[in-house]
């Protein structure tokens, strides 16, 4: 009996023993939280502390964050490496992703020309004025996660992804945090780092959203309740600046701004079991031009803790994250089925069209972005979510879009100009869509200045079916111009006159069906009625001062065009070509033009533009035109010289010589030119341009001549948001004379 008693007790401490060597193994396998704050691009130093908690082997079981950290949080949680997240930050191109600067390729031809010269755009309702809600809508910084995020379009439940994940947001409408855990991951992470003023709020389930930490910038509370047992936090806030700091209004709106995110962290930081505080006082939320910097700050404040962290690390179960997911790296995929939600007054064809993607077919990842951006640039949505999903049946994906159609239609636009030519001139623009059908824009320019002006345009936009337009223009200015261009050769020898100081006015109207043709080519025809007065006081012959009539014609034509732009930029191109063919054939001219014949003009003018490096571009040139039929018609003949865009009817830019200082019923012209990007934004130019323009040039075989005029030109531009600031030193050795020109603001 004893015997059995003596076994039974060391079973039983035998037992006690084990239970409590496993209550203590259970204790010490601790569960690992990463809680990140926002900052801005200070949160790139999140990165370097991840390369760091990555090398030494420290295993996260639950990351939270706020705004920048809700961004680097999210791609970490879904299987990127520090490693990996430091390679794709350190080559953004953060500028183009977080302002929606959309590649000019993505606009239509009626956008671009509306949009390319106005400084200030507003939104105009209930007969008011409003400021834009904010400076980016967003799109390219979606569009950027998206695909970073595409290998796990599937998880609609975060605490499914590789490393569980949730994140802050902020309800703008009561001030409430709102903890994100489910749906659509790019959205969230977008809704949570929606900084005020710099992004637009984000509409979540049936909630408007903002940035995260404006109610809770460190959220530990939240992410202890999930029941970790050690958390690790990085802090990448703001400090509150001295006096002496603080010098502008920005700052001391930023101060007050930061009171409550430092008092809250004077508490939360105490509930940190590792806190991990970088260095990185000498930056700012957008000094995301030193990613580099900050990213390596964050890896030094990390290694000043490792000795904790590898203690952390022996007390961690061996598999403690779920196997890591391994990013979507393919360049193209395959589209299924297509799903288009939110639409009213636009129709899904007008959707599909502008995307340019069909359902069960191949597109790359970049096509499918250009056609995102095309679009986002028609300005007819305030937003544009779509998702990716996998396809339960085959390897491709169904693409789901919701869309939300703008509200405000009308805008009022404005900007300055001053050039040689027209001299000082302010635009006012209003701009008006959905004016008398749902896909159709609307667009009156007023030009108040030495020179009033006026251009109206009206598109009813069908893409790649038949567009129909119709466009108004005025134009005048006075000027010494050539006589060839107004006298034949007679008349010049018996006036002596060169030079004739006259008053240009035109008015021109046009009618014009237009299509695109092969994606990027604008193919259109029409008809034309052009309005066209010419006068002197130079030839005036009696004693009235009444002015001597070169011309005052109507005149009647038919035209044609082919058009194709891929310039990255107007006017300091890096890359692109440009195609522009244009026939008209003038059929009928009125009472005062005695003696007229029909005659056609047809003219073409090409560019390619390439870069040498990130500051080095080079942009070439070439164009030509000819007159066919009648000849005595001259006022409409081709004219060089000066330097300028938007140039009407057949005047050509040509550097070296004067405005409309060369004339002849055709020409050819090759045009050369270097541009330095010296530092941002400020180019030095040099250009060179060769002609040969006279009378029949194509039949006397003169065109292929070396040519008789020729024009050098050193400059230095300034691209500001009023328009490019632009002085152009030109030397022609012909005439052994140089001219300035002075350009200020866009073109119009």
């Not at 996260?60 to 999210?74: F, K, R, T, W």
């Not at 600067?101 to 390319?116: C, M």
């Not at 709102?178 to 949570?192: F, W, Y």
């Not at 129709?347 to 790359?364: C, M, W």
Request: some cysteine; overall charge neutral; proline content about 2%.
């Amino acid at each position: 009996m004893k015997k059995q008693s003596f076994i039974f007790l060391v079973f039983l401490l035998v037992f006690i023993s084990a239970k409590a060597q496993i209550y203590t193994q259970e204790k010490e396998t601790q569960k690992v939280g990463l809680v990140l704050s926002g900052g801005g691009a200070k949160g790139l130093a999140h990165i370097g502390v991840l390369k760091v908690l990555d090398s030494l082997g420290v295993k996260v079981d639950y990351v939270a964050g706020s705004s920048m950290g809700a961004i680097v949080g999210a791609l970490y949680a879904s299987g990127y490496s520090g490693k990996q997240l430091d390679s794709i930050f350190r080559v953004a191109d953060f500028e183009n992703i977080i302002i929606d600067n959309l590649p000019r390729a993505s606009k239509g031809f009626f956008e671009r020309n509306n949009d390319e010269k106005y400084a200030v755009k507003l939104p105009f309702n209930d007969y008011k004025l409003k400021l834009p809600s904010a400076l980016s809508k967003g799109q390219n910084t979606y569009n950027y996660l998206l695909k970073l995020l595409l290998h796990v379009n599937k998880v609609e439940d975060f605490s499914e992804l590789p490393i569980p994940f949730f994140c802050i947001a902020t309800n703008i409408e009561t001030g409430k945090q709102v903890i994100l855990e489910k749906g659509n991951l790019t959205q969230s992470v977008m809704a949570s780092g929606a900084l005020p003023t710099l992004f637009q709020p984000v509409t979540l389930n049936n909630q408007l959203l903002i940035d995260g930490g404006v109610v809770n910038n460190y959220p530990i509370d939240e992410l202890r309740a999930k029941g970790l047992d050690v958390i690790i936090g990085v802090d990448v806030q703001d400090g509150l600046m001295n006096k002496n700091e603080l010098t502008s209004a920005p700052d001391v709106l930023l101060q007050i701004s930061n009171f409550r995110t430092i008092k809250d962290m004077a508490v939360k930081s105490k509930k940190t079991d590792i806190y991990i505080k970088p260095d990185i006082k000498d930056y700012n939320v957008v000094s995301f031009d030193a990613a580099k910097q900050i990213v390596d700050l964050g890896s030094v404040a990390a290694l000043n803790k490792q000795k904790v962290l590898k203690d952390l690390i022996k007390k961690q179960s061996k598999n403690t994250n779920k196997t890591r997911l391994k990013p979507y790296v393919k360049d193209s995929l395959i589209i299924n089925e297509i799903s288009i939600k939110g639409l009213k007054n636009y129709t899904r064809a007008y959707v599909l069209g502008k995307l340019k993607i069909k359902s069960n077919t191949k597109i790359s990842y970049s096509d499918l972005i250009e056609g995102v951006n095309n679009l986002v640039a028609t300005e007819n949505f305030d937003s544009f979510e779509y998702q990716l999903k996998s396809s339960e049946k085959t390897d491709g994906f169904n693409f789901h879009a919701n869309l939300k159609e703008a509200q405000i239609t009308t805008f009022f636009k404005f900007g300055v100009h001053y050039d040689n030519l027209y001299k000082s001139g302010a635009i006012a623009n209003i701009t008006k869509k959905r004016f008398l059908f749902d896909n159709d824009i609307a667009s009156l320019d007023v030009v108040l200045g030495d020179n009033v002006r006026y251009n109206f345009e009206y598109l009813i936009d069908k893409g790649f079916y038949w567009s129909i337009g119709l466009r108004s223009n005025f134009n005048n200015f006075n000027r010494n111009v050539s006589a060839q261009l107004l006298l034949d050769d007679s008349e010049i020898d018996a006036t002596g006159l060169n030079k004739i100081d006259v008053e240009l006015q035109d008015q021109t109207n046009q009618f014009y069906l237009q299509t695109l043709f092969r994606k990027d080519f604008a193919l259109s025809i029409g008809a034309e009625h052009k309005r066209l007065e010419i006068s002197s006081e130079t030839l005036a012959t009696n004693d009235e001062d009444e002015d001597f009539t070169f011309e005052s014609t109507d005149y009647v034509s038919v035209f044609g065009g082919l058009k194709l732009d891929t310039y990255n930029d107007k006017y300091f191109p890096k890359k692109g070509v440009y195609f522009n063919g244009d026939i008209h054939a003038y059929l009928y001219a009125s009472h005062f033009n005695t003696g007229f014949e029909p005659f056609s003009i047809a003219k073409v003018d090409m560019g390619y533009a390439f870069s040498l490096s990130d500051k080095w571009a080079f942009n070439m040139q070439t164009s030509g035109g000819f007159k066919l039929g009648d000849k005595t018609t001259k006022t409409l003949d081709f004219s060089l010289g000066g330097y300028g865009n938007n140039l009407i009817n057949n005047f050509i830019p040509f550097l070296g010589y004067d405005f409309i200082s060369l004339s002849g019923n055709s020409y050819v012209k090759v045009y050369a030119g270097l541009d330095y990007e010296v530092y941002k934004k400020h180019h030095i130019t040099l250009e060179g341009n060769w002609a040969n323009v006279e009378d029949d040039i194509f039949d006397s075989g003169n065109w292929l001549s070396l040519p008789d005029y020729s024009g050098y030109a050193l400059g230095y531009a300034i691209d500001t948001f009023l328009g490019p600031v632009q002085a152009k030193y030109s030397y022609s050795p012909e005439r052994k004379k140089s001219i300035l020109f002075i350009n200020l603001g866009f073109w119009f």
